[in-house]
């Protein structure tokens, strides 16, 4: 089991990766098709007030024609998909740049940059922020900012309902540069913002199939532990009796062979139990057996252990004075959650995968604190992202060309589940160094 437990962690960020990347496409369909009526109405509503209560003289057929177009595309849209389509990354993009034209060419003809609705041109590359990827966004920025240029030189004039105010050249040119730094910033920020929420919810989701792959795991062995011990009473009757059927039965008699084999084969049944009930409690009373913290850190590097890289593990108290503290003295005990064991074996891993020849667990106590301290050979950490480290897709010492760093993230926030703190530096004489901590009173009272 332990060499599966290896697998799963080893496999967890792979494993993540290809279930996210199942084309579930960007958007679903209907939403586009609802903000899109609502723009056609709104655009309706200012075109027939602006022309009939204002008495605006607007180029009403230009108007239609462009409104129209999208009301054609709408109609479409809503013919060919269904309540649950998504649309690709393409299609998303596509719809959206056609929004951004549809704005923009009514504005041309109702004034270009004179006319104080040109700030609804921000509105689709802002939606795009928030939904398409980085290439996409930057793609509609373009053709935004393109747009809001052309405005600016090329337009119809603002249909005045008298003689109108002409306003200065270089007003015009201040709105249009007003626009397109809006534009640029504002699609920036809400890219990042949502780009960093993104992230942070993928990489959580990623943490707790983790766990929980731990936790099936863990409840797998806590059944094997209830299992031997439920058969171990009626396994040992059959042993008593096949022995005494073997020592009533003479040798010479045609059943004194499947006696001894009987006798065999139930010896062999209760090795196997033996070995299934590792567990030092009964699996009925409490699947996580309580275990000294240094078993802990042997269960989590003995899948990673590899022939080239020496793996020592030291464990010793840290009082000053032992005999006024003999019960603090004493290795903590601690529950074997799978948060704990996790959250160390990832830790563990990283450092082998990295080192040179050698990697150092230490745990140590005292009266306040519990610690294990995992320390490598290897590069170190680069000292840009020594303060970043714990934070998701932030790979520092890859070799990996699939890997989507989220092993620090994993194990920090399954650790952080279980009141630890963790600090990360550079050895003095080259490698990493990992600080797990955590304050005994707290992480021994799990256990009650």
């Given amino acids: 089991m332990l060499y599966r437990r290896a697998s799963l962690i080893t496999n967890t960020k792979n494993y993540y990766a290809s279930n996210t990347n199942v084309p579930m496409g960007a958007v679903n369909a ?7 009526w609502v723009a056609i109405l709104g655009q309706l509503t200012a075109i027939l007030i602006v022309a009939f209560a204002l008495k605006f003289q607007l180029s009403l057929l230009i108007c239609f024609g462009i409104i129209s177009a999208s009301i054609l595309l709408n109609l479409l849209f809503q013919f060919f998909t ?14 959206l740049g056609f929004d951004i034209i549809q704005t923009a060419s009514l504005l041309y003809a109702t004034g270009g940059m004179e006319n104080p609705f040109v700030l609804l041109l921000i509105a689709p590359v802002t939606v ?57 910033f504002t699609t920036a920020y809400t890219w990042r913002v949502t780009n960093e929420a993104r992230m942070i919810s993928d990489a959580l989701a ?35 009796i096949a022995s ?33 009930s590792h567990s030092p409690k009964n699996a009925d009373d409490n699947p996580f057996a309580e ?56 830790l563990v891993q990283n450092a082998i995968q990295f080192a040179r020849n050698t990697v150092e667990i230490t745990i140590s106590w005292d009266a ?10 290897g590069p170190g950490f680069p000292l840009t992202l020594l303060d970043r480290l714990g934070e998701p897709y932030l790979s520092t010492r890859s070799r990996e060309k699939d890997h989507m760093g989220l ?21 003095p004489d080259g490698g990493a160094s990992v600080l797990v901590k955590w304050d005994r009173k707290t992480i021994e009272a799990e256990n009650i």
């Fill in 244 to 276: 005494e059927l073997g020592r009533d039965i003479p040798a010479d008699s045609d059943m004194y062979q499947d006696i001894k084999l009987l006798q065999s084969e139930s010896d062999r049944c209760r090795d196997i139990l033996a070995s299934l």
């Fill in 30 to 36: 209907r939403t586009l098709i609802t903000i899109r």
């Fill in 82 to 95: 269904s309540e649950t389509t998504r649309l690709g990354e393409k299609w998303a993009t596509a719809s």
């Fill in 407 to 427: 092993g620090i993230f994993i194990s920090k926030t399954l650790l952080g589940r279980t009141h630890a703190q963790l600090f990360f530096k550079n050895r």
């Fill in 128 to 184: 795009s922020a928030t939904i398409l990827s980085l290439r996409a966004t930057i793609l509609l920025s373009v053709i935004t900012l393109i747009s809001a240029v052309l405005l600016i030189f090329f337009h119809l004039p603002l249909p005045w309902q008298n003689q109108g105010l002409e306003l200065p050249k270089l007003y015009i040119y201040g709105i249009g540069t007003a626009l397109i730094i809006a534009i640029l």
């Fill in 206 to 240: 990623a943490t707790q199939i983790a766990l929980s792959r731990e936790q099936q795991l863990s409840a797998l062995g806590g059944l094997a532990a209830a299992a031997a011990h439920q058969l171990g009473s009626p396994l040992s009757t059959i042993a008593v």
């Fill in 368 to 377: 306040a604190n519990v610690s294990v301290e995992i320390d490598d050979d």
């Fill in 291 to 346: 275990v000294p913290i240094s078993v802990i850190a042997e269960l989590a590097a003995m899948p990673h252990q590899q022939n080239d890289i020496s793996v020592t593990i030291e464990k010793y108290p840290t009082l000053r004075n032992l005999d006024n503290h003999k019960d603090q003295a004493l290795e903590p005990n601690v529950t074997r959650s799978p948060e704990l064991l996790h959250g160390l074996s990832t």
